[in-house]
Nanobody, 124 residues
């Protein structure tokens, strides 16, 4: 079945940058729009960013506006999350997810496919 595989997480100091990648096992993003979520221990999973595959439109959580950029490569069914000026509060497991068209981008219940997650740790 469809699998989403994230990579690019790691340990960085505050103020540093990371680029996360998510590759789909099938070319599904044109029909299942991708997004990034994150979850810290003991916290609810929260929306980070989403992108419309057809038009490139983007949506960001207030917590990452101005620091995060979501982008896509349609030829290889890959979505990226570039994060700059990282803060300790960005520490979390970051998940790639995909939802059918017409579903609310910010709601976790909208997403049918999820990756395994990649750990991002930001030290102070």
């Amino acid at each position: 079945q469809v699998q989403l595989v994230e990579s690019g997480g790691g340990l960085v100091q505050a103020g540093g940058s990371l680029r996360l990648s998510c590759v789909a096992s099938e070319r599904i993003f044109s029909n299942y729009n991708p997004a990034w979520f994150r979850q810290a221990p003991g916290k609810e999973r929260e929306f980070v960013a989403a992108i419309g595959w057809s038009d490139g439109s983007t949506l960001y959580a207030d917590s990452v506006k101005g620091r995060a950029t979501i982008s896509r490569d349609s030829t290889i069914d890959t979505v990226y999350l570039q994060m700059n000026s990282l803060k300790p509060e960005d520490t979390a497991v970051y998940y790639c997810a995909a939802r059918p068209g017409g579903m609310s981008a910010q709601r976790i219940t909208a997403y049918e496919y999820w990756g395994q997650g990649t750990q991002v740790t930001v030290s102070s």
